[in-house]
């Protein structure tokens, strides 16, 4: 079955450092990619996607390329910020209107 | 516009009781979600309704969880009994129902079981 393996955190990070969350992935057909961030207290919130291989999703200073080859979507900033503190979680969707599946999850704290 | 409304948010119980769940999807949405977030762990699907209609309860253990969507509209997410297993964020997620849509998801329901 389908499946999301993202690093395990917690990641601490000063602020203005460059960041990197990795995320490889398996499935039998050809997914759409997604980074969901859930901040403190609040729901899960679609950070960005991309929906075949090479596109790059982006928002917010975040940026993930879909890599067909490696099988993986790395989540990527230049510059944290400690707003950016929250949960990261790499999901896939087969196709059309089927369920996420997600990974496990990355805690990030940016401290000043 | 509104967001997926959840209720309650927080929920105490003891094993063996029973516990309800009600999610309020955003306007229009015919796709409903619910998912179970264990502590630690990325959110894994329940039950998916397209309208009032099950698509996908492969992974709700019907021996104690239960779900409608009965006017296709709002949801309740029911188990009984509860298992200190149990205990996670339940989430409610709904999307237009159409190819290539996003998926919103309510604040969730934190439920612990004692």
């Given at each position: 079955g389908n499946s999301v393996t993202q690093m395990e955190g917690p990641v601490t990070l000063s602020e203005e450092a460059f960041l990197t969350i990795n995320c490889t992935y398996t499935a039998t057909g050809y997914p759409s990619l997604f980074w969901y961030v859930q901040y403190p207290g609040e729901g899960l919130q679609l950070l960005l996607k991309a929906t075949k291989a090479d596109d790059k999703g982006s928002n917010k200073g975040f940026e993930a390329t879909y890599r067909k080859e490696t099988t993986s979507f790395h989540l990527e900033k230049g510059s944290v910020q400690v707003s950016d503190s929250a949960v990261y979680f790499c999901a896939l969707r087969d196709s059309g209107n089927t369920p996420l599946v997600f990974g496990k999850g990355t805690r990030l704290s940016v401290i000043a | 516009e509104a967001g997926v409304a959840q209720s309650p948010r927080y929920k105490i119980i003891e094993k063996r009781q029973s516990v309800a769940f009600w999610c309020n999807p955003i306007s229009g949405h015919a796709t409903l979600y619910w998912y179970q977030q264990i502590l630690g762990q990325g959110p894994k699907l329940l039950i998916q309704f397209q309208n009032n209609g099950v698509v996908d309860d492969s992974q709700l253990p019907k021996d104690r969880f239960s779900a409608e969507r009965l006017k296709g509209v709002d949801s309740t997410l029911k188990i009984q009994?509860?298992?200190?297993?149990?205990?996670a964020v339940y989430l409610c997620a709904s999307s237009l129902g159409t190819t290539s849509n996003e998926q919103f998801f309510g604040p969730g329901t934190r439920l612990t079981v004692l």
């Open positions: - | 009994p509860a298992k200190l297993e149990d205990s």
